[in-house]
Nanobody
């Protein structure tokens, strides 16, 4: 069992930056690929970014590539999402997720989810 707790969300103006954190507890963190997903009001949940167990491999949604970075610190059991150049379309609840499988862009692959943190970007 893995428990995930997100933090770092908030209100920011367009063009600004935020860094989200996801702290994991439970079984060995380094055994899980990690990802961030988001869900805007009235929309389906969508993939944002993922990082492999080692942190070497990363994937990004086309909509955030070049603006967001994902990283992990296995010593701190934490994964980060650095979001730069935020735009109003990035407004959503952001969820952290973990899978014992290989890195994936598909939500159904992920076994554990956090409660989410709200990110609001004003224009």
């Amino acid at each position: 069992q893995v428990q995930l707790v997100e933090s770092g969300g908030g209100l920011v103006q367009a063009g600004g930056s935020l860094r989200l954190s996801c702290a994991a507890s439970g079984r060995a963190f380094r055994g899980y690929a990690m990802a961030w997903f988001r869900q805007a009001p009235g929309k389906e949940r969508e993939f944002v970014a993922a990082v492999s167990r080692s942190g070497i491999t990363t994937n990004f949604a086309a909509s955030v590539k070049g603006r967001f970075t994902i990283s992990r610190d296995n010593a701190k059991n934490t994964v980060y999402l650095q979001m730069n150049g935020l735009i109003p379309e990035d407004t959503a609840v952001y969820y952290c997720a973990a899978t014992a499988n290989a890195i994936s862009n598909t939500g159904g692959t992920y076994d554990y989810w956090g409660q989410g943190t709200q990110v609001t970007v004003s224009s």
